[in-house]
């Protein structure tokens, strides 16, 4: 399977969740259309982008959870990666876009309603490895749209 970008989301008066658009400007300091309610943990040039993975959406609905792409606050949700091999250091080409992950997301009580339970620590990297959110520096500043090729870059 070729890996792709499946959503952009956006949430132009912050929080969460975000909502679907077809096209965004990635930038330096953030996706267009989208801000943060707390810069102090979200956006700016090292968390410009956070970054998710449909395979493991799919994998924390089959749990029961109501989860859905945009919904826990990423702005791009990609499809046929090894979400386990996004690790801070990776670089990723989306369309024209580079980005290169900074860090792994701590999860937040605000998206509680997006799990069975209100169990929102789920997605976290030091309970689940491989399967939090990630966040991104933009290395190249582009336009990125729905169904855009994503491939890992050599370092």
């Not at 959503?7 to 996706?31: D, H, T, W, Y």
Request: contains cysteine.
């Amino acid at each position: 399977m070729n890996a792709k970008l499946v959503q952009i989301s956006v949430n132009p008066e912050g929080g969460v969740p975000k909502r679907r658009v077809e096209a965004a400007k990635l930038g330096f300091e953030g996706v267009e259309g989208d801000r943060q309610n707390n810069r102090k943990y979200h956006g700016g040039p090292l968390r410009a982008v956070c970054l998710f993975s449909l395979e493991v959406i799919e994998k924390l609905r089959e749990e029961g959870h109501p989860i859905e792409a945009g919904a826990i606050g990423e702005n791009l949700t990609l499809a046929g990666l090894d979400w386990s091999e996004i690790t801070p250091g990776v670089r990723l080409q989306i369309g024209e876009a580079r980005l290169e992950i900074t860090s792994y997301t701590r999860p937040c009580h605000k998206i509680r309603a997006s799990f069975a339970g209100g169990e929102f620590m789920r997605p976290w990297q030091k309970t689940h490895p491989g399967q939090s959110r990630v966040y991104a520096r933009v290395l190249v500043e582009a336009i990125v749209r729905e169904g855009d090729a994503v491939w890992v870059l050599q370092n």
